[in-house]
């Protein structure tokens, strides 16, 4: 599964571990998106973060930050998880979508966020990089506590037993997620949220 991972930093700690932080999407701008990632913004200057690209953006890097952790720093254990909406600002606006009803937004939450809203969880970081149901439930606990700034109960697309949930994915996704859950010991579900 391919997500929208921008770019990569690694920071010194002063404890001498490491940290590596992905940043994910893209530079706002005016008008409707050609690329995934892509921050889209409507006449009135506010942003969307569109739910599948959230849900992906946090399988993939977290997938990547996991294998990067494991293969690269010889990190294992728990790690501490925390991710965020970026941009987020007064000047930028963002809310939740989806895209579902013929290329029109479609509100997921009651709240226009103005600020950066951060959600944290703990997992494993070689569950994580095996990409498994430990994967899909940090993205799940991740995405839903991003979801509630929003004043959304939780992401769709996953469920907290680390399943797919097909229906609330794009059309067009479908085919890579089932194709990288065959690969996975992830179960892809018909269930509603």
């Known amino acids: 599964m391919t997500g929208w991972l921008d770019r990569q930093q690694t920071d010194t700690q002063a404890a001498g571990g490491r940290r590596v932080r992905a940043q994910l999407g893209q530079q706002p701008v005016a008008g409707r998106a050609d690329a995934p990632g892509r921050v889209v913004l409507d006449r009135e200057g506010v942003a969307d973060a569109e739910g599948d690209e959230l ?21 294992s254990g728990n790690a501490f998880l925390r991710a965020t909406v970026h941009p987020v600002t007064a000047g930028c606006p963002t809310r939740l979508v989806h895209y579902r009803r013929h290329g029109f937004p479609e509100l997921l939450g009651a709240r226009v966020l103005t600020k ?6 703990v997992s ?3 569950d994580m990089a095996a990409g498994g149901p430990e994967l899909v439930a940090a993205a799940d606990r991740l995405g839903s506590g991003l979801a509630q700034a ?9 469920s907290p037993e680390g399943e797919l949930r097909r229906s609330y994915w794009s059309h067009e996704s479908r085919p890579a997620l089932e194709r990288w859950t065959q690969q996975s010991d992830v179960k892809i579900t018909d269930a509603e949220a």
């Open 124 to 126: 494993d970081v070689d």
């Open 116 to 121: 950066a809203a951060p959600a944290v969880t």
């Open 150 to 158: 929003f004043g959304r109960a939780e992401i769709l697309q996953f």
């Open 55 to 75: 849900a992906d953006g946090l399988l993939s890097g977290l997938q990547y930050l996991a294998l990067h952790a494991r293969d690269r720093a010889a990190a």
